[in-house]
């Protein structure tokens, strides 16, 4: 997996796109809404293709957060799900790197392509909040992603990170970077969205540092 250096961490620069757990296991693909939802009433993990459509394999595997949470490991050898302490960490760089143009809230094209090559894309996402009456939108206009965090008060829903460009075909000149907020940055942990990943320091079986860390951000209220 390409991956690009930002701050102390290295961000895969494509998203996901697997179909199995790094045991090997199959991750359910899901064909229909129907199907989302069901994995989700139920807990379960499962990923799909944007409109339940593989002609649009091009954007990457949407997955639910079960998937991304799952011990089997979402991630592949070496490589984690994104805390939400890491996604803090990568805005702080990207606003450290552009801090004049951050005031306005915009990062420019040179600062995602050319400084950090992080190449967010907008792939959209399915929020299963409507149900019944929920679809696929904001395909060329959000790139939204899961991280592996959880609100320990808050149930089902879980922190995303996101990029916003209004006009994406038209090259990314500029984007608004959302403020990362525990707040309103979040979705029902049943919606499918992008995942990316970041390497970790231990490619070993026991559990890098990071990923400890997590275990305990998840078990306090922040």
Request: charged residues 25%.
């Given at each position: 997996m390409q991956t690009t250096q930002i701050g102390n961490l290295h961000w895969t620069t494509e998203n996901l796109n697997l179909r199995n757990f790094r045991n090997g296991d199959e991750i359910p693909l899901a064909t229909s809404l129907k199907d989302v939802l069901h994995y989700a009433a139920n807990q379960q993990p499962c990923c799909c293709y944007y409109n339940f459509d593989e002609s649009n394999k091009m954007y990457g595997l949407y997955y639910?957060?079960?998937?991304?949470?799952?011990d089997r490991n979402l991630a592949?050898?070496?490589?984690r799900a994104p805390n939400h302490i890491d996604v803090e960490n990568l805005f702080?760089?990207?606003?450290n790197r552009n801090r004049q143009h951050y005031e306005n809230a915009i990062i420019e094209k040179d600062v995602l392509f050319q400084q950090t090559q992080f190449n967010p894309t907008p792939s959209g996402y399915l929020c299963i909040e409507e149900e019944d009456d929920a679809v696929f939108e904001g395909l060329h206009k959000y790139a939204w992603y899961w991280t592996s965090?959880?609100?320990p008060d808050?149930?089902?829903?879980?922190?995303v990170y996101n990029f916003l460009n209004e006009d994406w075909d038209a090259g990314f000149y500029e984007a608004n970077l959302y403020s990362y907020?525990?707040?309103y940055s979040d979705e029902p942990m049943g919606?499918?969205?992008a995942v990316r990943c970041v390497?970790?320091?231990n490619t070993g079986g026991n559990k890098s540092v990071a990923d400890e860390l997590d275990d305990l951000l998840n078990g306090l209220n922040f």
């Amino acid at each position: 997996m390409q991956t690009t250096q930002i701050g102390n961490l290295h961000w895969t620069t494509e998203n996901l796109n697997l179909r199995n757990f790094r045991n090997g296991d199959e991750i359910p693909l899901a064909t229909s809404l129907k199907d989302v939802l069901h994995y989700a009433a139920n807990q379960q993990p499962c990923c799909c293709y944007y409109n339940f459509d593989e002609s649009n394999k091009m954007y990457g595997l949407y997955y639910n957060w079960y998937a991304v949470a799952d011990d089997r490991n979402l991630a592949p050898e070496g490589f984690r799900a994104p805390n939400h302490i890491d996604v803090e960490n990568l805005f702080e760089e990207l606003k450290n790197r552009n801090r004049q143009h951050y005031e306005n809230a915009i990062i420019e094209k040179d600062v995602l392509f050319q400084q950090t090559q992080f190449n967010p894309t907008p792939s959209g996402y399915l929020c299963i909040e409507e149900e019944d009456d929920a679809v696929f939108e904001g395909l060329h206009k959000y790139a939204w992603y899961w991280t592996s965090s959880i609100f320990p008060d808050k149930d089902n829903w879980a922190p995303v990170y996101n990029f916003l460009n209004e006009d994406w075909d038209a090259g990314f000149y500029e984007a608004n970077l959302y403020s990362y907020n525990h707040e309103y940055s979040d979705e029902p942990m049943g919606s499918m969205l992008a995942v990316r990943c970041v390497k970790t320091e231990n490619t070993g079986g026991n559990k890098s540092v990071a990923d400890e860390l997590d275990d305990l951000l998840n078990g306090l209220n922040f």
